[in-house]
């Protein structure tokens, strides 16, 4: 019983970082209104940030966190200018195939750049072990589930308390009545795109803090599992996305309990699938038709 | 003055001559090499690359043949070795193919170069089954049936004094091979494997198979991988874990993980077919060069990858006036006496070798050897 309980801790820590990349995505899906495929590389590009950070000015992890943060939203803005900005009213498979280029580019000036080995992260936050035998968390998962529970509160007052949330929400829910209620669309969109990339950015630092190695092409498996939590959330409501996240989390982590980790990925996915044969429109509630 | 005229007449000739060896300029072969330039191997791939460099240049400068290296990137996907091999194999001016680095990628390949004829040399296959694929597969590495069975019975049961074993192993064609050969020979000597976890190659949380195996209470851990080893070190040491000694099959003396692991890798424990150090003058010497190019030391892996190049010289020296892609596997298979820097090598019916293993540890911060070529006596 006691291992269960700590493969299900590994497994929410885990779960957690899915969660914050799943809200970074689906607040991008929500207000671009177009699914992406470059977030596996802004979560890399944030996880860069970060380690350069913590080079420049020591351990850090506030100033960590706000690097990885710019720096993902700084990139959010370029991927916004190239993908999205000149196609609002193209067919959607145009800034479709865009983002999956700029993926591509992006990654491999992060090898060129960067280089291609593994780069270390070690004693950012130090090994530290609060619990009993095997039940127990570890300090760095404590760090990490609580970031990603702070960020998500300040992004829940930010959209519910601030008149630029209401603004991105309006843009979310239908970018034409927001447009006619005096609502500049492009740059709410702009906005929302690099918010939804810069906590992507903050999940790839705690990535690289949690695995104590981060590499340019850490990005392809980061996305496809931001994606998955996001559609297992329905893909624009977020706070379904993060429950979407934490589910994958556990599900992976106890089918390689009672398997092997050579499966993780078919738990994921057949998780995914199941949940979307029973429940198409996944964890979202849905609530009146979308246009 | 007849002096000084003798000595103008002499160097005259002299450049005259020089010129007519300039005349008869060696030829030119191009060999095709496939490795991990980029990706989780990319440490291995880099050195592939400097090694081979710096084997062809030192053969190119003595000036009897002359070889042309042709890299390509396979990424450590099989899927682009074989790409790759097709490539090489349709350019009828590429002689031979050196590499892959991983057995997953060379047994890939292996069939497009049986229906080829075209010699594919791995300096690192270490999959038993592999050179028996194709009389044109050669591995320089030694076979994981010869490492594998010498970690059970000397690192483990011998040097360590282990009794209960948790294993951990990258799911491909090379950790499957490595694990298999293990557990049959840990039977025999009594090891007892009270955890066995997999888990595929690019895998990045092992919380959970950690939590897995230190269920059990093994003694020691063996990780059988190259590129992630330095990561479930690290995550081992994160989990707190601690009561345990952690060994590795595979990655060899590797830089990396000194690097990425820093004080977590502290005792562990390792086999390699090679090792260098201060009593290694011609190694050391090498190896030094080699750190000078590349900014890191280099394993055992790149010494093999420079090796892989003399030897296909040495078999196109072999074959004479008429050289072939067949004259070069014909001459390879049937090289006698050739010594590289990794020692003696002559292939075996299935065109691979045995090699002899030395156990080494890290200790404050270093590769250290442990025991000597007779260990296994």
Redesign the interface.
Same mark, same amino acid.
């Given at each position: 019983m006691d +291992?269960y309980l /700590? %493969?299900a801790i590994? @497994?929410i820590? %885990?779960g957690s970082i899915y969660a914050l990349m799943a809200i970074g995505y689906s607040v991008v899906v929500g207000v671009v209104g177009l699914v992406t495929f470059t977030h596996g590389e802004v979560i890399m590009l944030g996880a860069f940030a970060s380690f350069y950070t913590f080079q420049l000015v020591g351990n850090n992890l506030i100033i960590g966190v706000i690097a990885s943060f710019l720096a993902s939203a700084f990139i959010g803005v370029f991927v916004f200018k190239i993908c999205y900005e000149r196609f609002f009213n193209a067919p959607r498979h145009i800034s479709l195939i865009c983002t999956i280029g700029t993926s591509m580019l992006l990654r491999n000036l992060a %090898?060129i750049i960067f280089g291609? #080995? #593994?780069?270390?992260l =070690?004693e950012v936050v130090p090994?530290?072990?609060f619990g009993q035998g &095997?039940v @127990?968390l570890?300090l &760095?998962q404590i760090i990490v589930i609580a970031t990603v529970i702070s960020l998500s509160f300040l992004l829940f007052l930010f959209f519910n308390r601030t008149r630029w949330g209401i603004m991105l929400r309006a843009v979310s829910q239908d970018k034409t009545a927001a447009a006619m209620m005096g609502i500049n669309v492009r740059l709410t969109s702009l906005l929302g795109n690099s918010i939804g990339c810069g906590l992507g950015g903050v999940a790839g630092m705690l =990535?690289a803090i +949690? +695995?104590?190695?981060l &590499?340019a092409?850490?990005g392809g498996?980061a996305g496809m599992k931001a994606f998955s939590s996001a559609v297992l959330g329905g893909l624009t409501n977020i706070p379904s996305a993060a429950a979407g996240g934490l589910c994958l989390g556990i599900v992976? #982590?106890l089918g390689?309990?009672i398997s /092997?980790? /050579?499966f993780?990925?078919i738990f994921a996915f057949i998780f995914l699938l199941l949940v979307l044969i029973v429940k198409p429109e996944g964890f979202a509630k849905k609530t009146g038709v979308r246009p | 003055m007849k002096r000084k005229l003798m000595g103008m007449a002499l160097l005259i000739a002299m450049i005259a001559f020089a010129g007519v060896s300039a005349f008869a300029a060696p030829k030119t072969y191009r060999i095709g090499v496939m490795a991990p330039i980029t990706g989780t191997n990319a440490e291995y791939g880099k050195g592939f690359q400097i090694a081979m460099k710096m084997a062809a240049d030192e053969i190119n400068a003595k000036g009897d043949i002359k070889l042309e290296l042709i890299f390509k990137d396979s990424k450590g996907d099989p899927k682009e070795s074989a790409d790759i091999a097709r490539q090489y194999a349709d350019d009828p001016s590429i002689m031979a193919i050196l590499g892959d680095f991983t057995s997953s990628c060379c047994m890939a390949a292996a069939p497009i170069v049986d229906e080829a004829g075209l010699v594919l040399l791995s300096p690192t296959a270490s999959n038993p089954n592999y050179a028996g694929m194709s009389k044109y597969a050669f591995s320089i590495m030694g076979r994981q049936d010869g490492e594998a069975p010498f970690f059970a019975t000397y690192l483990l049961k011998k040097y360590a004094g282990a009794k209960n074993v948790g294993l951990i192993w990258v799911n491909s064609d090379w950790g499957k091979s490595a694990h298999d050969n293990f557990v049959a020979q840990a039977k025999k000597e009594g090891l007892n494997i009270v955890a066995d976890v997999n888990y595929l190659a690019d895998e990045k949380d092992f919380s959970s198979a950690i939590a897995k195996l230190r269920r059990e209470k093994p003694d020691h851990i063996v990780i059988m991988d190259q590129g992630l080893v330095p990561t479930i070190i690290n995550q081992i040491a994160q989990a707190g874990w601690t009561d345990v000694r952690i060994t590795t099959l595979g990655p060899g003396t590797s830089e990396q993980i000194l690097n990425l692991s820093k004080k977590n890798a502290e005792g562990l424990l390792l086999t390699t077919p090679f090792f260098i150090d201060d009593n290694n003058r011609t190694a050391k010497a090498w190896a030094d060069r080699f750190a000078q190019i590349a900014g890191f030391f280099p394993t055992v892996h790149p010494a093999c990858a420079y090796d892989t190049v003399y030897l296909i010289a040495a078999a196109i020296r072999n074959s004479g006036d008429k050289v072939t892609r067949e004259s070069i596997r014909e001459n390879l298979q049937n090289l006698k006496g050739f010594v590289g820097l990794t020692g003696p090598i002559q292939f075996n019916p299935a065109g691979d070798i045995f090699r002899k293993y030395l156990i080494v540890a890290v200790e404050n911060g270093k590769f250290v050897r442990k025991t000597d070529y007779d260990y296994a006596k």
């Open positions: +291992y /700590s %493969q590994n @497994g820590c %885990q %090898q291609p #080995n #593994n780069k270390p =070690l090994n530290r072990f &095997v @127990g570890t &760095v =990535l +949690y +695995y104590q190695t &590499v092409t850490m498996s992976e #982590n390689i309990t /092997s980790a /050579s993780r990925d | -």
